[in-house]
């Protein structure tokens, strides 16, 4: 079982900053890499930032050089820096987790949180 958890969320002004964090519970053997996704209302899910075990990092166009994603491995930990929130991040953002568990063999599978809301707007 393994479960992870976001938090952070909330509502801000156009320019504006918000933390989210992540955290993956259960039973871990590792973390291949975490990131964050997002949701608006009437749109797919898109790719946020993704960061592996690594250390390398991901950002969608949309993003890149207002949001920095960074992990703390002993804490199974991920997180988002959001910087100059614009309207247009306004979603629901979705943690997710590729996690390698040990169950009689290994099984690496894509684990999601619940989700955080974030509201951009005047």
């Known amino acids: 079982q393994v479960q992870l958890e976001e938090s952070g969320g909330g509502s801000v002004q156009p320019g504006g900053s918000l933390r989210l964090s992540c955290t993956a519970t259960?039973?871990?053997?590792?973390?291949?890499?975490m990131g964050w996704y997002r949701q608006a209302p009437g749109k797919e899910r898109e790719l946020v930032a993704m960061?592996?075990?690594?250390?390398?990092?991901n950002y969608a166009d949309s993003v890149k050089g207002r949001f920095i994603i960074s992990r703390d491995n002993a804490k199974n930990t991920v997180y988002l820096q959001m910087n100059s929130l614009k309207s247009e991040d306004t979603a629901v953002y979705y943690c997710?987790?590729?996690?390698?568990?040990?169950?009689?063999?290994?099984?690496?599978?894509?684990?999601w949180g619940q989700g955080t809301q974030v509201t951009v707007s005047s």
């Open positions: 960061a592996t075990t690594g250390g390398g990092t």
């Open positions: 259960g039973s871990i053997f590792s973390i291949n890499s």
């Open positions: 997710k987790g590729t996690v390698t568990t040990l169950l009689v063999r290994f099984f690496t599978h894509d684990y």
